[in-house]
């Protein structure tokens, strides 16, 4: 009987490593492991052994049936595609789920927002669809003058124009509130240029704003290097140079050091050591007597800053138009 | 704006390299950059002078040249017209290079030795004048470094000049500003203006229509002039900044506005009708040929210069060619006037016409110099044209300028540079009254102190200071004159606590739930073409927003619907070869309401492609309505939105029975579907694309962020399958709305796990697999009252629909 037992498990492993099919391997099953199989008679039959051979035997079959199970799952498993052969191959590589990404601007827009909510800012929105009055005008840029010409604008029919900044938000907000306020403004922005790989026509910017009274110079400087601290580390080099917005007196230019040669010079800061990185200065008295405020009574700092081209610094895209082409094998790098 | 070193240093003394120089505007003026001499790997060329000049004994056109360059002295036979004995020339010794990377050795020419060459400026690489060798003037040292000795002289910083500061779109004016920076003296230039009768006065007349557009004009003349060459000071200096030579006359016209910043006119004199001039806007359709050959019809925008017969000038912004000063001219009229900053704006604009002269004009030139500016241009045409300058002027308007004065409060400087006391005692003295007043003095302001109130000084502004009216202008020439790294950085405090934005914080969390269900964000672009909008199925009564002066013609509208830009991502990704697309953006779209402009947040995503990731044992199985379904209802879960409900939705670009109206709480927050064949051929799309759209203002107000607790189940709960064949059209969610409402308590969930239709069930009928759960919080149920519970469900669903049990 037992011998019986190991010829069939002989025959039964050649049957289930053939099968070629899940058809077929259910025909060896039943042949083998079925109610009517040679196996499962024999253990039907056991009762009818005497004693100790019931027991022997008992055992082969019990035996037998584990190995004849582990036949079939062997080839079970072979036939979905596995490894074949004994265990699993772990080399094979896995089944990954689909994994979703924000858009890389989204999360630099995320990233400048949580250091800014950490030093008290809260986020302001504004339309896209602005008027001359809080664009322009409202920010000191009078009529047909030069500090236009750097803001190409996109006019809409029948009145109003594609916000060319952020800052239209600023006198939204100082407009519908008293000080001291302390927002920022992130959105899309848009400029009437043909895109190039440094410039699109639409793009993101940050605006930030602090009025109360007595806010000084000092407190920009010291909101701005904290900032960059927090983006770059703590030993990044920031220097503030006079620049010109007609939206702020004193203005300046915020440039910190080449992330690429560490202020060596190279050809990302063309050999200057410094990048370029945010415009920021104090609210020009103008702008607070368009929006009712009273310069003697409070004064205040704006800053912004171009999202693309901090994204672009930190992932090293050099080309701006990528960003809103969204192909899929770009954002699966980012 | 760019300013030569060489041209600099004659009003301010440099000692800092250009480079140096350059720094240091950046810090106190603006971004500036050197422009440095290419010297092309030009090397070993040295400094020699011309000792004799013979004939070549076999050859006409070369001459054999004794030349010294100190260190030593040979012959060198040379080809060009130019070589005369004295003159100081470029030698390139054998074993040096020229342009080209041409190495120079000993040569032979028609027998006699050469040792070495006299090069050409092109040879050089410094000019473009090959026609003979290069004169380096009497100031080069013999042996010098030629391209050492042209390139410091060639030093030119490049400022890039804002656009409120007319002053220092003159070389005089960066010199201002370099001697404030380094603590140097400013020399003005000087000169004798030599004036012989007649009286101008009797030569010209000038009118002008309104004093608005034009508030001062003055008229100079200058006979007997002779047109030729400028000098080579005159000529370098116009090099280095990059202006080409022209003849003395044009080139002392742009020297003076290079060096005022003042534009200046010449026109010939006897080309003037009538030797009247008048200052008028043009009249619809009136033409002139401006200097660049361009025939231009003009406007009541445009302001002219006329004479007796008609437009002679575009005014502040190009001559006309009429009157042009050419090779014959004897006679100058010379213009120097202020014009409106805002007319010749809006003129140069509307023309595309962008001049060295209206770029200065539209700043606002220095109203108080027109008369030394006139001056200086007039001595300069007697020096270097031999002309005569008639005595006096015709100046007709008395000019718009209004002296600015302002009060300055030294603590409000104070406590916007230093406040409380931030500056200690090792970064310097504290800003007091007479260091305000030195750094603004440097500049040119003038100041004294109030005499009735000590902190305030009175500050008058100088006239080429258009930008300076109000303090605040005050204290950025203070700050930017003390240097922006001396104030010091106060550490940010918090005294406000930010407000949150809610809708704004529910786009955000929609977002971050889009993106654990396995799609990519995308962004595309605000504008869409025209008609995109109804393609894509936005209702045709909703008016789009359109562009006055779109960058793509292509697209001149802002997008009424994500759904453009979304199809288009997904035509070229697929066209890219990618196997599965996933992709949302969660965006604004717009739309004309009358008068208002709304602005909408929308969120539109497209499935499309493989199901699974592809791996090894994956299906191939393509997404299809069921997996945009399903993932929407995934978002309603973890939005906790009550009910999600679809229902039948038409639109233009789904297919009819597979798109569905989906509602949250009764209110429709958008829909869901499959893109129909013919959209999907329209759009250049492939087949099968599912798309959604979401209406995140009205999704917005319908979720809960947070979840609540309810006691965790102690008890079992059992579980009892149906399968109930009924007619082919009851909808499943009538089934389980049947269920849900008449389940009793103890029902807690229910799922369909199979929907049949096919051999095994008579036509016209399917079976609908339902797994049921039923529980007590209670206790354990028994199977009897779960029986219960099930059979009267059972029952109730067979007298409903007409349904039997499948065995």
Request: charge should be negative.
């Amino acid at each position: 009987m037992i011998d019986r037992l190991e010829k069939l498990r002989g025959e039964a492993r050649k049957q289930f490593e053939s099968a070629a099919n899940e058809k077929e391997l259910e025909d060896v099953r039943v042949l083998f492991l079925g109610r009517k199989s040679e196996l499962n008679l024999a253990a039907r039959g056991l009762g009818k052994l005497p004693p100790d051979e019931r027991r022997l035997v008992g055992k082969a079959v019990n035996q037998i049936k584990n190995e004849l199970a582990a036949f079939l799952g062997e080839a079970k498993e072979r036939l979905a595609g596995g490894g074949g052969g004994p265990g699993l191959d772990l080399t094979l590589p896995g089944r990954s789920p689909w994994v979703g990404r924000k858009h890389p601007i989204t999360r630099t827009l995320e990233q400048l927002e949580d250091i800014f909510k950490r030093l008290g800012f809260e986020v302001a929105l504004g339309p896209h669809v602005e008027d001359d009055f809080h664009n322009f005008e409202a920010l000191n840029f009078p009529k047909d003058h030069p500090a236009r010409d750097a803001h190409d604008t996109f006019y809409v029919e029948g009145g109003g124009l594609l916000r060319t900044h952020t800052s239209p938000v600023q006198i939204r907000v100082m407009q519908t509130r008293k000080p001291p306020i302390r927002i920022i403004a992130p959105g899309r922005v848009f400029r009437n240029e043909t895109p190039d790989a440094s410039h699109g026509s639409e793009f993101f910017q940050l605006e930030g704003l602090y009025v109360d009274k007595n806010v000084s110079f000092g407190e920009l400087k010291g909101v701005l290097i904290k900032f960059l601290r927090e983006l770059y580390g703590d030993d990044v080099g920031v220097r503030l140079r006079p620049g010109f917005f007609p939206f702020t007196e004193p203005s300046a230019e915020v440039d910190v050091e080449c992330r690429i040669c560490h202020g060596k010079g190279c050809s990302v800061c063309k050999d200057t050591g410094w990048v370029e990185l945010l415009g920021a200065g104090m609210v020009d008295p103008r702008v607070f007597r368009a929006v009712g405020y009273d310069p003697d009574e409070v004064s205040g700092y704006a800053f912004g800053l171009g999202v693309d081209r901090i994204c672009m610094m930190m992932t090293g895209v050099d080309d701006i138009r990528l960003f809103l082409e969204n192909d899929l094998r770009f954002l699966r790098q980012l | 704006m760019k300013a030569g070193l060489k041209w600099l240093r004659d009003y301010v003394e440099i000692e800092l390299s250009a480079s140096e120089l350059a720094e240091r505007l950046t810090e106190t003026l603006t971004e500036t950059e050197t422009t440095n001499l290419q010297s092309g790997g030009v090397s070993g060329v040295v400094a020699a002078r011309i000792v004799t000049v013979e004939k070549h004994p076999d050859a006409d056109k070369l001459s054999v040249c004794v030349v010294d360059w100190g260190d030593g002295s040979d012959t060198v036979v040379c080809g060009a017209p130019n070589v005369q004995a004295g003159m100081m020339c470029a030698l390139a010794l054998p074993g040096s290079t020229i342009t080209g990377g041409r190495r120079i050795s000993e040569a032979t020419l028609r027998g006699l030795r050469s040792f070495g060459m006299l090069v050409s400026e092109v040879e050089l690489g410094v000019g473009d004048d090959a026609a003979g060798i290069m004169d380096l003037g009497p100031d080069i040292e013999l042996g010098a470094d030629v391209i050492g000795f042209l390139g410091t002289n060639a030093d030119t910083i490049d400022v890039d000049v804002q656009a409120n500061r007319p002053d220092c779109m003159g070389v005089l004016g960066i010199a201002r500003e370099v001697a404030a920076a380094t603590g140097r003296g400013l020399k003005r230039p000087s000169f004798e203006l030599a004036e012989s009768a007649p009286e101008t006065a009797g030569m010209i007349d000038v009118t002008i229509e309104d004093d608005h557009d034009c508030p001062r004009y003055i008229a100079r003349v200058i006979s007997g002039i002779k047109v030729g060459e400028s000098p080579a000071w005159l000529r370098e200096r116009l090099d280095s900044v990059g202006v080409r030579s022209i003849n003395n006359i044009v080139d002392i016209t742009n020297f003076v506005m290079l060096e005022y910043g003042q534009p200046v006119h010449a026109f010939d004199y006897d080309r003037i009708h009538d030797h009247a001039i008048s200052v008028r806007r043009a009249r619809s359709g009136e033409k002139l040929v401006t200097l660049d050959g361009e025939d231009r019809t003009l406007d009541q925008s445009h302001l002219l210069i006329c004479d007796g017969a008609g437009p002679i000038a575009l005014a502040g912004i190009m001559g006309g060619q009429t009157s042009e000063v050419t090779q014959t001219t004897s006679n100058v009229l010379l213009e120097c006037a202020w014009f409106d900053p805002s007319v010749v704006r809006k003129g140069a604009q509307g023309l595309a016409l962008r001049s060295d002269a209206s770029q200065r004009f539209e700043r606002g030139v220095d109203p108080l110099a027109m008369d030394e500016v006139a001056g200086r241009a007039c001595a300069l045409m007697s020096d270097l044209a031999g002309g005569t300058v008639r005595r006096g002027s015709v100046s007709v308007g008395s000019g718009s300028y209004e002296p600015v004065n302002i009060r300055l409060s030294v603590d409000k400087v104070r406590r916007m540079l230093e406040p409380n006391g931030t500056r200690g005692e090792e970064s310097g003295p504290r800003l007091d009254a007479a260091a305000v007043s030195e750094h603004l003095e440097v500049l040119g302001f003038q100041t004294k102190v109030d005499p009735g109130d000590s902190d305030i000084l009175v500050v008058a502004v100088p006239s080429w200071r258009p930008d300076v009216t109000e303090s605040a202008d005050l204290i950025e020439e203070i700050a930017r004159s003390s240097g922006y790294d001396r104030v010091k950085a106060l550490v940010p405090y918090q005294s406000l606590s930010p407000v949150r934005d809610e809708a704004r914080d529910a786009r955000g969390h929609i977002r971050d739930i889009m993106v654990r269900l396995g799609l990519f964000e995308i962004i595309t672009s605000s504008f869409m073409a025209e008609g995109a909008g109804e393609r894509a199925g936005v209702d045709g009564s909703v008016e789009a927003i359109v562009l006055a002066n779109p960058v793509n013609k292509e697209m001149p509208l802002l997008r009424t619907s994500l759904m453009p830009g979304l199809l288009e991502v997904v035509r070229t990704n697929a066209n890219a070869s990618q196997k599965a697309i996933r992709v949302f953006e969660i965006g604004k779209v717009f739309r004309r309401d009358g008068k208002a402009i709304e602005e909408q947040w929308i969120m539109a995503g497209a499935l499309w492609g493989l199901a699974e990731r592809p791996s090894w044992g994956s299906s191939a199985r393509a997404v299809d309505f069921y997996d945009a379904k399903g993932l929407i209802e995934a978002l309603g879960r973890e939005l906790k939105v009550d009910t999600l409900e679809a229902s039948c939705y038409d639109s233009a670009i789904l297919d009819e029975g597979a798109s569905a109206r989906l509602s949250a709480g009764g209110s429709p927050v958008g829909h869901v579907g499959t893109v129909s064949q013919r959209s999907a051929e329209s759009w250049g799309i492939p087949d099968g694309v599912i798309v959604f759209e979401l209406d995140m203002g009205a999704l917005s107000t319908k979720y809960t962020a947070e979840g609540r607790y309810e006691d965790l189940p102690r008890y079992p709960a059992s579980g009892r399958d149906l399968a109930l064949v009924v007619d082919v059209g009851v909808a499943a969610g009538e089934i389980l709305g049947e269920i849900r409402r008449c389940g009793g308590e103890l029902l807690v969930d229910m799922s369909i796990f199979d929907v049949y239709a096919g051999k095994q069930l008579p036509a016209g009928k399917k079976s609908v697999g339902i797994s049921l759960k039923y529980r007590s919080r209670e206790r354990t149920l028994t199977d009897e009252e779960v029986d219960r519970s099930h059979e009267l469900i059972v029952k109730r669903l067979t007298e409903r629909f007409t349904a039997t049990l499948r065995e």
